[in-house]
C-alpha cells in the first residue's frame, strides 16, 4: 500500500501545474478519503503512535496515547520531552540526522494516569535518509506482559522451594524433635537440683578452702531455667519457620462455599481482638451491609486475614489505627486492612512477597507469600498502596463467581 501512495503522490506532484480546478478537487479528496483512513487505522490499534518533528515537537498522536499516558486529545505545541521525560531525546534525533536503519528502544515506568511499563520503538520518518525530518514513536503497554514474566519466575522459585523442602524439612524436623526432648528431660534435673538440699560439710569445707562460696545452687538453678526459656523458644520460632514455610509451598486444595466476606472480616476480629487491645490499636470496621455471597474457602481466606492484621498490628509501634472494610462491585467482592504506621517505602514494595524477605527483626518472610498464593488460587488479586509515615493499605479482590473452564461443543 505505501507504494501506491507514493506512486499516486509522485504522479500527482509531477503534473501539479497543469492540472485544473477539477482535477486539484479529485486529488484533495483522495488525499482526504486516505488521511481519513490513516487516522481510523491508527485510531484503532492499542499501541500509542505519536510523530514528531526534527525539534521533538509532537505534531500528531493516536487516540491510544492519550489512554497510555494521559495525553489531551486538544493539546498543542508540547515537546515529546515535556509528555515523557524518560525518552532519550537526544539519542533519537541523532539517529535521525545520521540516516540509517536506526529503531531505538527503550522501556520504562510511569505512574500516571495509572501505573504501567512501556516499551518505546523509534525511528526516523524518512527511514534511511540523512538528515532530520521528524520522528514516529510506537508505545507498547508492556506491563501484562511484565507481570506474566514475573509470575513465571516467581513459579519457579517455589518449584525449586518445594524441591528444597522436600529433602530438608524432615531432616530439620527430627532433630527438633530430639532437642525439645532433651531440653525437657533438662529441665526436670534443674528443678530436682533446685529443691535438693545443700550438703552443709561440703559447704563448710568450700568455705574454709575459698573463704566463700561463688555460687549458689538456688541462683545456678534460676540462670539455667533462663537459658532453657530461650533455647525452648528459639525452637518453637524454628518449628514454626518450617511448619509456615511447608503450609507456603505444599498448599491445600481449596474446599470452595459460598460465605461473605463480612463473616470472615468478624471472625479474624474475633480471633485476634486481645492481642489487637494489648498493643492499644483501635479498630474501625467498615463492613458493606449487603455483601455477596461469593465461592471461598473460608479457612484459607481466615489465614490471609490473620496474616495482614497481624503485619498491620506490628506496623504501628504505640497505638494507631486498624480499619477492615468489605464492599464489590458488578462483579467482584473486596475486603482491605489498613493501618496507620510507618508506611513501606518504595524500593521495597517490590519485595515484599519475596520468600524470606522482612523486614521485621523476628518476621519468618513468608506470611504475604502465602497471603499471595491463597489469593491467586481463589482467582483473586492484591493492591497495594502505601505512604512512608502515613501506612498502608492491602485490598484483596475476589471474584463474585467461580469460573469454569470453557468446554468445545460437541458437534457430532
Known amino acids: 500500500m505505501a507504494a501506491t501512495k507514493s506512486s499516486f503522490l509522485d504522479k500527482v506532484l509531477g503534473r501539479i501545474g497543469r492540472l485544473d480546478t477539477e482535477g486539484l478537487q479529485n486529488v484533495v479528496q483522495r488525499l482526504a478519503r486516505e488521511r481519513s483512513f490513516l487516522e481510523t487505522l491508527f485510531n484503532t490499534i492499542e499501541d500509542g503512535v505519536l510523530v514528531t518533528d526534527e525539534a521533538g515537537r509532537v505534531i500528531y498522536f493516536n487516540q491510544a496515547v492519550t489512554r497510555l499516558i494521559g495525553l489531551q486529545l486538544n493539546t498543542e505545541d508540547l515537546q515529546i520531552t515535556d509528555i515523557l521525560p524518560e525518552v532519550d531525546w537526544t539519542k533519537i534525533s541523532r539517529a535521525d540526522r545520521v540516516g540509517g536503519a536506526h529503531v531505538t528502544r527503550h522501556e520504562f515506568e510511569i505512574h500516571y494516569p495509572r501505573p504501567r511499563f512501556l516499551r518505546l520503538y523509534a525511528a526516523p520518518l524518512d527511514g534511511e535518509a540523512i538528515g532530520s525530518s521528524g520522528v514516529a514513536l510506537i508505545l507498547h503497554d508492556a506491563t501484562e506482559a511484565r507481570q506474566k514474566t514475573f509470575e513465571a519466575i516467581e513459579s519457579e522459585r517455589i518449584q525449586a522451594l518445594t524441591l528444597l523442602a522436600a529433602s530438608v524439612a524432615h531432616e530439620i524436623g527430627n532433630p527438633l524433635n530430639a532437642l525439645h526432648i532433651h531440653l525437657q528431660l533438662m529441665e526436670r534435673e534443674v528443678k530436682k537440683l533446685k529443691s535438693a538440699p545443700v550438703n552443709s560439710k561440703l559447704l563448710a569445707r568450700a568455705r574454709t578452702k575459698h573463704s566463700a562460696l561463688e555460687t549458689d545452687t538456688a541462683e545456678v538453678g534460676k540462670k539455667l531455667e533462663q537459658y532453657l526459656d530461650v533455647a525452648k523458644g528459639e525452637i518453637h520460632r524454628l518449628d514454626y519457620i518450617v511448619t509456615q514455610f511447608l503450609g507456603a509451598i505444599r498448599p491445600a486444595p481449596l474446599q470452595l462455599k459460598m460465605a461473605s466476606l463480612n463473616d470472615v472480616a468478624e471472625k479474624t476480629l474475633e480471633l485476634l481482638r486481645p492481642e489487637i487491645e494489648n498493643r492499644g490499636v483501635t479498630v474501625k470496621t467498615k463492613l458493606a451491609r449487603h455483601l455477596t455471597a461469593t465461592p471461598v474457602d473460608a479457612t484459607q481466606l481466615q489465614q490471609v486475614l490473620v496474616n495482614l492484621v497481624k503485619n498491620a498490628t506490628q506496623a504501628m509501634t504505640t497505638g494507631g489505627t486498624l480499619t477492615l472494610q468489605t464492599g464489590e462491585n458488578s462483579d467482584s467482592v473486596w475486603v482491605s486492612v489498613a493501618d496507620t504506621g510507618g508506611g513501606i517505602p ?65 458437534k457430532n
Not at 360 to 382: D, Y
Not at 384 to 390: K, N, P
Open 346 to 410: 518504595q524500593e521495597q514494595i517490590n519485595r515484599i512477597f519475596e520468600p524470606f524477605y522482612t523486614t521485621k527483626k523476628k518476621g519468618s518472610g513468608l506470611g504475604l507469600m502465602i497471603v499471595q498464593r491463597i489469593v491467586r488460587a481463589h482467582n483473586g488479586r492484591i493492591e497495594l498502596e502505601s505512604h512512608v509515615r502515613r501506612g498502608t493499605t492491602f485490598r484483596i479482590w475476589l471474584p463474585l463467581h467461580e469460573r469454569k473452564p470453557r468446554l468445545l461443543e460437541n
